[in-house]
């Protein structure tokens, strides 16, 4: 038998991503293309079509996540599952979630081509809105997989022009009549997902490949500030409740009031909304959005339950109301799983680093009902969400290489 | 002869302004109205419509400006001008600048009953843009026409979603193929614009009628603030150029700067727009809208230099751009103007109260070229560009009096 990682074949690696990006590719040579839109539905037809030769079965379920199968030696067995998302963030690149896809594709490929079927199906997945710029939280579609939210809660989220989550999902099942609808959450093997990572770590140390210790946790909330609209050239200052001031108050002090000598604490307002948004009219009300993020998940807790209390104070005279949205912990991936992936990489002679992950991902929910993992390749500068993203083709398949023999390898030969 | 202002008819007036608000109406009881809308389209042609029996010509001008004619004894003496606007700020209300127009209107109304055809000819105009929520700056259409802008640098200005100001006239101009377009630019032998308070001045001291001694200074900027997309999860804090952060720096910073213990200064940041806009990117980009209004001209020239360099201060380590919209340095109405309203108002028993507008006025701009003055109404607790905005028919027609008798003064028995 000769192992699948000497079948994964670096252009082709290559080539599915630069396939892939043209849904959804902007001016700038990076992706706009956001959970259940146009776009995905556009990228994932073409996942199916791209794998027609490797008689995979598609699937989906309720929460529009999207699945292909090779089946194994025991058609009953729970599959092993890899995967990540093809979503991206408004102005995103071509390897962020993509990546984690086409790897568990090329995969599938080398075993195919190396004459292995495994005794478990194995399955690649691309989850439903992992990004969460369109529709917040992000990470629905493995959250609702893996049970750890209500799918029934996400159906009323909407978008910035007020389309829901519901009618976006109904609109892709619609799109894809001839892939089953399989039940949510079906029982899982082990999932591993690879990734780029999103940081500058692998290539500072010159490292192709990384063994992804943990998550670092998360949480996330919408801070609401409603003021009075008002005439701008006639409304004195002392009488007014201006909701924009509020906001940028509000974080300016949260802001001071998390300054972390170690910067190792991570704050970020992405995403803030005005009403009315003119130039002369006081604004009635401003959202914005918070995303925190600590490794030490003490911290995270006590400093994410501050957020309340501080912007309620920081907002006067406006009223501030903060509503969390997601809350994750920091975790660490089982040592089986690591110490599979890093003699997997040994045995072809790939040497890895391990590193936590900054960033969330779906592995974080996969996590919570079966052994799960990450792979990481490197990405230049670190630089992701950006639609100068990039990575080199001898990584990509590097790291594909790695998740073939350990796909292999949790599959049972 | 009787007097026009014995035939303005309060419940006529106020009948006129319902009608109006129909285009546009919101939920709320207000008005979004915006310019060269749909809403506005359909507005002028209720004017038309409405004045048909009057014998009024239309006419319009490049600049998207529309006036309803009533001819004089003397066809080629220059008209004397009354109105105001018919856009509205995005949740405005049903009497901010309609009044004008509608007051205007009524005046005429009051003058054929009366059976007079003055000397020169009498215009109603409603001046395109003067709210300049939608494209900014405000005024362009009485700025245009004026001579205190070029038309041609206001073609390019975009809305929010990118359609210009050129290509709303054009289709503007399109909706009223039958009406003639005018040079723009027609000499004008006096303007009297009449309009709610937007203060509360009026309402406290108990007068229906004010009488405008001058227009506060404004000073409007356009502030970017440049930085670098990153992901929220992954980039150290010192190593972002977050444009959102930095922009809100910039706002707490000006308004701390420019705290005013008199509370005269008016500064407001009342619009904003981040790019991406995504709760876990990091800001690439951050443009907001500055609103600065003093009546001291010297301290109003002085703050609003100082802009620039504060905001480049205040925003590091972004790139910061200021550029300034629109200035217009306080004025004061000349006393001729001011003595015959007063006078014209006193003949009928109305008392009148002097004050200054804090808020800007298409009069501004008229105030360059020809005798310009303004007549205020109260409205309710001085609000306005808010849907709540609120005036009685009683105030409305005690104004419109004034106005016609005004007009019939300046036009020459």
């Not at 998390?258 to 401003?286: C, H, M, W, Y």
């Not at 990450?374 to 990509?396: Q, R």
Request: aromatic residues 6%; hydrophobic residues 40%.
């Amino acid at each position: 038998m000769t192992r699948p990682s000497t079948h994964v074949d670096a252009a082709r690696l290559w080539q599915s991503h630069l396939s892939l990006a043209r849904h959804g590719a902007t001016a700038a040579g990076g992706v706009n293309r956001q959970a259940l839109s146009d776009e995905e539905i556009a990228a994932r037809r073409e996942l199916i079509a791209a794998t027609r030769d490797l008689g995979l079965a598609a699937f989906t379920d309720a929460a529009g996540n999207f699945f292909l199968r090779m089946d194994g030696r025991e058609a009953d067995a729970p599959p092993v599952l890899t995967g990540s998302h093809i979503d991206s963030q408004p102005t995103g690149g071509r390897f962020d979630g993509a990546y984690g896809v086409l790897a568990g594709i090329e995969a599938i490929r080398a075993l195919r081509a190396s004459g292995i079927t495994p005794r478990r199906p194995i399955e690649v997945v691309a989850w439903m809105n992992e990004e969460g710029s369109r529709f917040a939280p992000g990470m629905m579609g493995s959250a609702a997989f893996a049970g750890a939210a209500e799918l029934s809660a996400f159906l009323t989220v909407t978008d910035a022009s007020g389309v829901s989550v519901g009618d976006e999902l109904a609109r892709m099942q619609k799109a894809f009549r001839d892939v089953p609808l399989r039940p949510l959450g079906q029982p899982v093997a082990a999932y591993v997902e690879a990734h780029i990572e999103q940081g500058p770590l692998l290539e500072q140390e010159g490292f192709s490949v990384g063994v992804v210790t943990g998550i670092q946790g998360k949480r996330t909330f919408r801070v609401t500030v409603s003021g009075e609209e008002a005439h701008a050239g006639t409304t004195p200052l002392r009488g007014r409740r201006d909701a924009l001031l509020a906001a940028t108050a509000i974080i300016q002090g949260l802001s001071r009031a998390f300054t972390d000598p170690d910067d190792i604490l991570k704050f970020t307002v992405g995403r803030i909304e005005v009403q009315p948004n003119a130039p002369s009219v006081v604004a009635a009300r401003a959202v914005f959005s918070i995303d925190l993020r600590h490794p030490d998940s003490a911290r995270l807790r006590s400093l994410g339950d501050d957020i309340a209390g501080l912007s309620i104070d920081y907002g006067r005279p406006c009223e501030v109301t903060v509503r969390e949205l997601s809350c994750a912990m920091s975790l660490e991936f089982p040592q089986p799983i690591r110490d599979l992936i890093r003699g997997r990489a040994t045995d072809i002679g790939i040497r890895t680093l391990d590193l936590p992950s900054a960033a969330g991902h779906d592995a974080r929910f996969l996590h919570g009902v079966c052994p799960s993992g990450m792979i990481f390749v490197p990405c230049k500068g670190g630089i992701s969400h950006n639609e100068a993203e990039s990575a080199t083709a001898s990584d990509l398949a590097d790291g594909a290489r790695v998740l073939a023999d350990v796909l292999l390898d949790l599959a049972g030969n």
